[in-house]
């Protein structure tokens, strides 16, 4: 599917009118049970394409260890990050603070459309042997390089719950077969 143009050119509207689009844009896919937060919407669309292609409960939001339970009793981690391939500080996934889940779900969207670029799926002990302790913030960093050719390559299958995002949210998605660590 190719990526979608903004309804409208950005380059004409004032910094108060883009401001006030993106928090319309935030409240419309809030309603849409798209994202949960006010945040940037990169973290809550992870979860959301994580819950629609694993099928489960989200954990509540700021949950330290995981982010979803499947119907199966898997918990998964989900990490984003939009890369910029001119910004090298956009090169790392945010940091791990523990690795008490069952798997993490890694994706990757190009910074420029939010496409998705790729999705890997890892165990909690696949995932920790990549990082690098950063004492300093007590955590585990994992650069982009690092997953992108390991673990289990579950693209397609997050790519076919992004591609019907604008369905209407079920109260429950149907769990993946595939998903179990």
Sequence with gaps: MPA????F????????????????????????????????????????LALRTYGGTLAANSFHSWDLVTDD???VQVK?????????SSQTFSAFRSFTFDVALFLLFDAANYDLVWARQLT????EALGR???HTNSTAIPIRRVATVGLDV???????YDRIDEPERAQWP???????
């Design 4 to 7: 979608p143009r903004p309804p």
């Design 9 to 48: 050119d950005p380059s004409t509207a004032s910094v108060r009118e883009l401001l006030a689009g993106y928090a319309a844009t935030l409240d419309e896919l809030n309603a849409r049970g798209v994202v949960r937060t006010r945040n940037p919407p990169l973290g809550d669309l992870a979860e959301t």
């Design 73 to 75: 009793g898997t918990t």
């Design 80 to 88: 984003a990050r939009l890369l910029d391939r001119a910004d090298k």
């Design 124 to 127: 909690a002990d696949e995932a």
């Design 133 to 135: 302790r950063v004492e």
């Design 155 to 161: 693209t397609d299958q997050v790519a076919a719950a």
């Design 175 to 181: 769990a993946a077969p595939w998903c179990r660590a």
